[in-house]
């Protein structure tokens, strides 16, 4: 049962920082276009124009 | 495979851009298809053609391009000029990567993204703000139809709620699986000691309390609105539930008992929550959806300056006297006088009348006519806000309040199984505690095993995944549902009454059969081409393939000049008699007298040929009236129309009993007639006198070319074929009904064996986590039905 001491936080802790990382997502947009990302991945982007300058 | 063999099954099957119907051997449908597909190939993005999933024949560029300065919508930051724009039509990640790689291509472009699920475009660049028309002219090339991004647009896709929502599910979700993590210890480890079970508790405690407190407030928040609305509602028993079972779980930890129910409660709130945003992301989807429509219908107004010069500005600046130029075939958004002159206006929106009405100087216009006759300059009397279509959108929110108290098929079960659920909890506890004699901490156990048992989760999501699943089914098929309790209304409907105007009919003119040859259609569509007036666009599209004459001159309000040959009004061409409404004459050098005497000539030997038009029958009407009796909707016209024009199409869609000129006023009567008979009136209309009656009506419905008005007051808009979805619509809804009254059933009879478990005290946290979870699969098994395609093949 000892063990039981550090694996409960630990797993507490790691579950904890899922949440906060969801979070976070959920802040910065990431849910907004979902199906976008989906398919983004998908396609290469063509090679970029010169800059001008 | 060579280029050629691939192309090949291509050119077949459709228009090699749009992917339309094409007469076999053509690779194209258009000419503006063409160009796109050049152009997609120069800028050397022709995967797109490969990675494209279908292509339905929405990306045909439009014939007129887009009459809409952008530049007013341009935000200027440092150096950079940011546009936002809607973008319709967007279906797939390859018209995303398309629009995204020839808008980089453009060498001042700095960023530009698109985001696919709420069709937004985010464009920015370097130079001037007037570059924004030349963008949307290249994305309107390639077949992409954009509008300013309003804020109706941002309303429907900026969605604080649905984002706590979110948020809430998370947390809850959080909570469910690490409380669980502890739970299982507990029931799996027989052997565990006393004092180890009491610390498992107190963790599983110190994680519940807060996440039940906070993923819980959108629920705990509609219950206390249910409350003070002085309504039981689903929330309410669901908030009562969470927080007596975390009462009673606490009350267990402190007193060191052999179980808490602190997974329950989490995993019930998760669920729920769940249930809400899948419910509330399909309702979001239609809601964009209908603002994408609108939208596209927003646009600039031109207002003269005292100087003279014109300029584009947005509807919501202007004010009561200014001046605005309205431009042939534009619609007059705001309340105003003819200044100078003629115009000639297409009222049909505002009163049905499918003849165009004349002005003379001085009279007041009606707001939402169109302009058929010459460009005319008109004063302001109202600004939008004020005006008369602000007015009515005014009475149509609240009549839209008057309906949002409907009360769902889940709130009605609700009303009659949260008594009887919460007296047997009571009387359980009660039961026990004087009763059999044990401590008030452990008849708290049995009472609230009772409660989580009945949960009424298997109604709380009973419904909305039934929902969720129709709304979204129905939505593949181009019928938007923005409003909640649109579907039950739906389900209930028994009488269908039907606008005409735009609605039974196609809203637009369509030529007519005369006495007219092939090659003069041919000849005067090439002259029509070059003109935006409404009748010259019809001519224009009964003729497709007549090429562009050269050297066309529009003589604004009367005519077409090409050389000697002219194409415009009976007295521009110089044909007497009356101008017998929706009528275009065509007059050619040498050309044998045809149908009506060319009466008095005036270039030479001339002679005049007549196109006459009419708006005509939607060629699925009569199959949708037919339908929707099959269905056992009695089927009504209401128009505001003259009587032989309304007995004339009710008589061909088949339809028995109609109503002419009637006034927007006489429609709603007519609705509030039929409501308090103990009809459930459906209203289909598309037009602004419709707006009253579609407000008040049971449910109502309209196509998706309808006024914004129409659009806004209807519960359901039909985007895809028109009327056609109707009668399957109205099948699915039906079906929907039927589900969520079977689930509501089956939730019923399951709690009817689990709840004298319960009271008995049998049910440990193991049984009673297994029982909701099979009886909430079950029921979104169930629920999943209601998608399925069976409803639209009668």
Known sequence: MDTLILLVPVALFMGFLGLVAFLWNLRAGQYEDLDGAASRILFDDLPRKEPRP | MTTAARLAPEATAGCAHCGAPVPAGARFCCAGCEGAHDLVAGLGLDAFYRRREGADGSLRPAVDAPAIDFTPHVREEKDERTIELMVAGLTCGACVWLMEQALAAEPEVT???????????????????????????????????????????????????????????????????????????????????????????????????????????????????????????????VSLGVLATTFMSLSETLRNGPYTWFDGATALLALLLAGR??????????????????????????????????????AANIRAGDRLLVAAGERL??????????????????????????????????????????????????????????????????AEQAKGRFVDIADRAVHFYVPIVHTVAALTFLGWWLGVGVSWQEALVPAVAA?????????????????????????????????????????????????????????????????????????????????????????????????????????????????????????????????????????????????????????????????????????????????LRELGLSAELLSGDA??????????????????????????????????????????????????????????????????????????????????????????????QRLARQNITFSLVYNVIAVPLAITGVVTPLIAALVMASSSLIVIGNSLRAGKDAAWTP
């Not at chain 2, 297409?346 to 003849?355: Q, R, Y």
């Open chain 2, 277 to 314: 945003v899948l419910d509330r992301a399909a309702r979001r989807r239609a809601r964009q959806a209908v603002a994408e429509l609108l939208a596209l219908q927003e646009g600039t107004v031109t207002r003269l300056d005292p100087d003279g010069t014109a300029h584009a500005a947005p």
């Open chain 2, 451 to 627: 409660l989580i048992v009945t949960c009424p989760c298997g109604f709380a999501i009973a419904v909305p995944a039934v929902q969720a699943v129709a709304v979204g089914a129905l939505f593949r098929r181009g019928v938007l549902v923005a409003n909640g309790t649109a579907l039950e209304r739906l389900a209930a409907a028994d009488h269908a009454v039907l606008d005409k105007t735009g609605t039974l009919t196609e809203g637009q003119p369509t030529l007519l059969p005369g006495d007219w040859t092939e090659a003069e259609l041919r000849e005067a569509a090439g002259l029509a081409r070059a003109s935006r007036h409404p009748l010259a666009k019809a001519l224009a599209a009964a003729c497709p393939e007549a090429p562009m004459l050269p050297g066309v001159e529009e003589v604004p309000g009367r005519g077409l000049i090409a050389g000697d040959r002219r194409l415009g009004s009976a007295a521009f061409i110089g044909v007497a008699g009356p101008d017998a409404g929706l009528t275009l004459w065509y007059a050619a050098p040498g050309r044998a007298p045809v149908g009506t005497p060319p009466a008095s000539q005036s270039d030479g030997d001339g002679k005049a040929v007549a196109f006459r038009f009419a708006d005509r029958l939607r060629g699925d009407a009569p199959a949708v009236v037919r339908g």
């Open chain 2, 643 to 736: 009587a032989p024009a309304v007995a004339a199409v009710a008589s061909q869609a088949g339809i028995e009993h109609w109503t002419a000129q009637a006034t927007p006023e006489a429609k709603a009567a007519r609705i509030e007639a039929l409501r308090a008979g103990g009809r459930h009136p459906l209203m289909v209309g598309d037009g602004i006198n419709d707006a009253a009656a579609l407000a008040l009506a049971h449910v109502s419905a309209c196509p998706g070319d309808g006024t914004d008005l129409a659009q806004t007051a209807a519960d359901l808009v039909l985007r895809a074929d028109g009327l056609a979805a109707l009668p399957g619509a109205i099948r699915t809804a039906r079906q929907a």
């Open chain 2, 111 to 237: 960023r530009a993204r698109v985001a696919l699920s709420t069709r937004r475009l985010t464009l920015s660049w370097r130079g001037e703000a007037g570059r924004a028309n030349d963008f949307v002219a290249l994305l309107a090339r390639l077949g992409f139809r954009v509008a300013p991004w309003s804020p109706a647009c941002l309303r429907a896709t900026e969605d604080a709620e649905g984002r706590r929502l979110i948020r809430a599910l998370g947390i809850a979700a959080f909570g469910a699986m690490n409380v669980m993590m502890l739970s299982v210890a507990v029931w799996v480890g027989w052997d565990m000691g006393e004092a180890t079970r009491a610390a498992m508790h107190w963790v599983a405690a110190m994680i519940a309390l807060p996440v039940i407190l906070v993923a819980g407030l959108p629920i705990y928040r509609s219950a206390l609105d249910g409350i003070r609305a002085g309504r039981l509602n689903m929330d309410m028993a």
């Open chain 2, 333 to 398: 958004r705001l309340d105003a006088v003819l200044e100078t002159g003629e115009a000639l206006l297409d009222a049909s929106a505002t009163n049905g009348e499918s003849l165009p009405r004349s002005f003379a100087a001085g009279q007041a216009l009606p707001a939402g006519a169109v302009n058929m006759g010459a460009p005319f300059v008109a004063r302001v009397t109202a600004a939008a806000a004020d005006g008369s279509l602000a007015g009515m959108a005014r009475l149509l929110e609240r």
